[in-house]
């Protein structure tokens, strides 16, 4: 379990492979920190396995700040990082600086999550220089779905590194790859100096992320890239009818 961004940069080279889930809630988070996760990542994700919107571009700042204060309240000793929700980074750095910093203050979170548009990684830049740890979003990028049509494989070798570099040397801490060809992945691990998160990426990244939800058979569907661990879905659904069923034969249920 890590709590700090130099210990959790320093896995990198500990030949330990890095794990990562979301949690969105104080219950929750305090399971994942217990298991010895190495991180959390508050995910905007949330819009989509905890409101059940259609993609993740409704959340708003004030409620990725909402969850992450549970999570970071429920998980102290454990590295929490929050995604900037739609649409962080188009509209200056200013604004920026100004809601990262509010998510760090309001929830006491370590770092968060920015998905990269190609050319703004200086926008990395301006986030370390106010002292705010960023982790790079590239690959597959669910906040440009409405551009994109449909999530997809991410397969431009080329473009993918050059990002990849552009971002470590622009201050991330990390980047997170989503739903990149594996052996594109597996060379962007090896060259790059910090950690490097796959979600659907193969397995020789440094670590892997996956959504809670997913794990736990709670989100109605598994996606290719995940595995379910447990349906928790079908037992809660057949306590919740046991439970009707007793109050409806007037059983005592103290």
Same mark, same amino acid.
């Given at each position: 379990?890590?709590?700090?961004?130099?210990?959790?940069?320093?896995?990198?080279?500990?030949?330990?492979?890095?794990?990562?889930?979301t949690a969105y809630d104080f219950p929750t988070a305090k399971i994942v920190s217990k298991a010895g996760i190495d991180a959390i990542l508050v995910g905007d994700s949330l819009a989509t396995v905890v409101q059940g919107k259609p993609n993740t571009l409704p959340v708003t700042l004030e409620e990725m700040i909402?969850?992450?204060?549970?999570?970071?309240?429920?998980?102290?000793?454990?590295?929490?990082?929050?995604?900037?929700?739609?649409?962080?980074?188009?509209?200056?750095?200013?604004?920026?600086?100004?809601?990262?910093?509010?998510?760090?203050?309001?929830?006491?979170?370590?770092?968060?999550?920015?998905?990269?548009?190609?050319?703004?990684?200086?926008?990395?830049?301006?986030?370390?220089?106010?002292?705010?740890?960023?982790?790079?979003?590239?690959? !597959?990028?669910?906040?440009?779905?409405?551009?994109?049509?449909?999530?997809?494989?991410?397969?431009?070798?080329? !473009?993918?590194?050059?990002?990849?570099?552009?971002?470590?040397?622009?201050?991330?801490?990390?980047?997170?790859?989503?739903?990149?060809?594996?052996?594109?992945?597996?060379?962007?691990?090896?060259?790059?100096?910090?950690?490097?998160?796959?979600?659907?990426?193969?397995?020789?990244?440094?670590?892997?992320?996956?959504? !809670?939800?997913?794990?736990?058979?709670?989100?109605?569907?598994?996606?290719?890239?995940?595995?379910?661990?447990?349906?928790?879905?079908?037992?809660?659904?057949?306590?919740?009818?046991?439970?009707?069923?007793?109050?409806?034969?007037?059983?005592?249920?103290?």
């Open positions: 379990m890590t709590c700090t961004i130099p210990e959790f940069t320093a896995l990198k080279n500990s030949h330990k492979k890095i794990s990562m889930l909402y969850h992450g204060e549970m999570v970071c309240r429920a998980a102290p000793n454990t590295l929490v990082i929050i995604d900037l929700p739609f649409p962080a980074g188009h509209t200056g750095w200013k604004n920026l600086v100004h809601d990262s910093a509010t998510v760090l203050k309001k929830t006491g979170c370590h770092a968060v999550k920015l998905e990269c548009a190609v050319g703004k990684h200086s926008l990395i830049s301006r986030l370390v220089e106010a002292g705010i740890p960023c982790m790079a979003h590239l690959g !597959l990028r669910p906040q440009m779905i409405q551009v994109l049509g449909k999530y997809s494989l991410q397969k431009e070798r080329d !473009l993918l590194l050059e990002e990849a570099l552009a971002a470590q040397k622009a201050g991330a801490f990390s980047v997170l790859l989503e739903c990149v060809k594996s052996e594109i992945a597996q060379e962007i691990s090896e060259t790059l100096q910090v950690p490097v998160i796959g979600i659907g990426s193969g397995k020789f990244c440094d670590g892997q992320v996956l959504v !809670l939800h997913d794990i736990l058979g709670l989100s109605g569907r598994v996606p290719r890239h995940a595995k379910q661990y447990i349906c928790l879905e079908e037992m809660i659904l057949n306590a919740c009818i046991s439970y009707r069923e007793d109050v409806e034969n007037g059983i005592s249920v103290p």
